[in-house]
């Protein structure tokens, strides 16, 4: 039975993120028990956007069922290489951001000083961009065809899918996104992490929200991935009584560092687990999620994407009446 609830991102899960409870670079688990807080650095970088954004907070108990606690008065910096690039200015709310053409390639620090603590700091390398990247549609067969080449010189985690936004303001764009429940593909480049089987569709291979490639074995092929859906197909039923909208669609090939790869992967398998106990009794398991924060949690990680985006603005047709139809 397919699950077709939607998992929503705004832009990054950083409220997983704040859930954060283990070591650097490490695979370690979330004991339910009081602990006391911890500091939370939480930064993703998109290579060649213009603004590094971070976030800083505390870390609180599974039971606690209060707000996370956002940090106002730390001092973030973010270095290039081994260089200073500057000190991030607070924007509200924990959230601190320094204007920085972000550099494939890069390898960058970002560090937060709190007030009686050790400096909390993580690093990313941030990788390129999807070499020769294409995103066709098979219209016919309804397909979504993705193609790229990989880059031999680096270690590379490809992520592919699409996501969709509805704003019921016809004149703003939607800023919530939503990935899809599954997607349906029979490319033997799949991991199969994320993958279950309904054997009463045409392709019975359906992986959560994404479809991951590693490149190992792959240095500098020529690669293709194609999965079912076409470019118009998603999100353009509008709901009932609605006047008009404004819809968003991207498709994407997104390249991922090792460490934004393993904490999606991370993020996807508790949500699974935590599926599967709706239908199990109730017990005790503890969950692990991904960090390479060292003296605090959180996480510190880049990506580069390749997209075809889509926007329309639309309207609700007049309906016309029932006799007219067969004149």
Not at 235 to 253: A, K, N, P, T, W
Request: proline share 4%.
């Amino acid at each position: 039975m397919k699950r077709k609830t939607r998992f929503y991102k705004r832009g990054l899960p950083w409220a997983i993120a704040g859930l954060l409870c283990c070591g650097c670079e490490e695979e370690l688990f979330w004991d339910s028990e009081e602990v006391e807080p911890l500091p939370v650095l939480n930064c993703v970088m998109r290579a060649d956007d213009d603004t590094v954004r971070a976030q800083v907070g505390w870390s609180k108990s599974i039971y606690d069922l209060s707000r996370f606690r956002s940090e106002e008065r730390a001092s973030v910096w973010v270095y290039a290489d081994g260089e200073a690039v500057g000190e991030a200015v607070h924007r509200g709310g924990g959230w601190y951001a320094l204007p920085h053409r972000v550099k494939s390639g890069a390898t960058y620090r970002v560090a937060a000083w709190l007030r009686g603590r050790d400096v909390v700091w993580g690093e990313t390398r941030v990788p390129s961009q999807p070499l020769e990247a294409s995103i066709t549609y098979d219209t016919l067969r309804h397909r979504v065809v993705n193609r790229w080449t990989d880059r031999p010189e680096e270690k590379n985690y490809y992520w592919l899918s699409y996501a969709t936004g509805v704003s019921t303001d016809n004149t703003r764009r939607p800023t919530h996104f939503s990935l899809p429940s599954y997607i349906e593909t029979n490319s033997t480049l799949a991991d199969p992490f994320n993958r279950s089987f309904d054997f009463e569709e045409e392709i019975p291979a359906e992986y959560d929200y994404y479809v991951r490639v590693e490149d190992a074995g792959l240095s500098g092929e020529r690669l293709e991935l194609e999965y079912r859906g076409d470019r118009s197909m998603y999100g353009y039923s509008l709901r009932e009584g609605q006047e008009d909208g404004y819809y968003v669609g991207v498709h994407f090939i997104l390249s991922l560092d090792g460490h934004y790869d393993h904490y999606l992967r991370s993020v996807i398998t508790n949500r699974e687990y935590a599926w599967d106990m709706d239908d199990l009794p109730l017990f005790y398991t503890p969950l692990w999620f991904y960090s390479n924060v060292t003296n605090g949690v959180g996480l510190v990680a880049s990506y580069a994407r390749f997209a075809d985006v889509e926007e329309r603005v639309f309207y609700k047709k007049e309906e016309e009446p029932f006799d007219d139809l067969y004149d």
